[in-house]
Nanobody, 126 residues
Framework: QVQLVESGGGLVQAGGSLRLSCAASGRTLSIYNQVWFRQAPGTEREFVAAINWSGSSTAYADSVKGRFTISKDNAQNMMYLQMNSLKPEDTAVYYC???????????????????WGQGTQVTVSS
């Protein structure tokens, strides 16, 4: 079993920054690629950013490219999402997720990931 716990969400003004964290525990060696999704009320879960096990490969949604940075610290079993220049449309619940098993592909669909956190709310005021 793997447990993922997000933290770092909150209320911020437009143009501000937040850093989300995702702590993994349990059978963490079974996780390879990791990802951040977000979901606003009444919408589907949306891909934000992904990173491979070593951190050597990343992918971003066009809507966050240049503003968000995904990173990880395998020694600490942590993954991060640095969010800068936040916009009101970034308001959502942010989820971290992990995929069991090796793949070269950084998937962008929720059904490609096996373990999920409970989410952390990010609210950006205008």
């Amino acid at each position: 079993q793997v447990q993922l716990v997000e933290s770092g969400g909150g209320l911020v003004q437009a143009g501000g920054s937040l850093r989300l964290s995702c702590a993994a525990s349990g059978r963490t060696l079974s996780i390879y690629n990791q990802v951040w999704f977000r979901q606003a009320p009444g919408t589907e879960r949306e891909f934000v950013a992904a990173i491979n096990w070593s951190g050597s490969s990343t992918a971003y949604a066009d809507s966050v490219k240049g503003r968000f940075t995904i990173s990880k610290d395998n020694a600490q079993n942590m993954m991060y999402l640095q969010m800068n220049s936040l916009k009101p449309e970034d308001t959502a619940v942010y989820y971290c997720a992990g995929k069991f098993g090796f793949t070269d592909v950084l998937g962008r669909r929720p059904d490609e990931y096996d373990a999920w956190g409970q989410g952390t709310q990010v609210t950006v005021s205008s």
